[in-house]
């Protein structure tokens, strides 16, 4: 997961900056710089060697041989879920941003303990999100 850092640069390979459009408004170049920082934090934690995230023409990222994975971005934060296409034939993930935000009765019916857990445990970020008028969950 990657967050937008103010005056901070994201990494990404240089033929991957390539893929954006060069008519991109900033926020189209946050949200996809973000998504493919997201995309090879998730590689590098698979132990999958660095390699280009591509573009296909709808704008569906394009794993590496053998990687299934989904890159979703909402607000100023984007993630990335990956895994070895032999174990799985496609993978998804999405965020949403809410307004006022999740109540903690609904969100014990929508959210896995370990994900209650994890939103707890992320309290600085999720909070800023809140000041922000954005939360993520």
């Known amino acids: ?14 033929a991957e900056a390539q893929l954006l459009n060069e008519r991109a408004v900033p926020r189209r170049r946050l949200h996809f710089t973000l998504g493919r920082a ?3 934090d998730a590689l590098d934690d698979l132990g999958a060697p660095t390699a280009i995230v591509g573009r296909a023409p709808g704008g569906e990222p394009i794993w590496p041989d053998g990687i299934v994975g989904s ?3 909402a607000g100023n934060v984007a993630a990335a879920v990956v895994a070895s296409a032999s174990h799985l034939a496609g993978l998804g993930l999405d965020l949403e941003l809410t ?3 999740l109540s903690a009765a609904a969100a014990h019916y929508v ?5 209650l857990a994890w939103a707890e445990a992320a309290g600085p ?6 000041q922000a008028g954005d939360d993520v969950r």
């Not at 997961?1 to 240089?14: F, K, S």
């Not at 970020?125 to 809140?130: E, F, I, L, N, T």
């Open 1 to 14: 997961m990657r967050w937008e850092t103010a005056g901070q640069p994201v990494p990404i390979l240089p």
């Open 38 to 40: 997201a995309a090879h």
């Open 71 to 73: 890159i979703t971005h």
């Open 99 to 101: 307004r006022p935000g």
């Open 111 to 115: 959210c896995h303990p370990r994900e």
């Open 125 to 130: 970020r999720v909070a800023d999100q809140r």
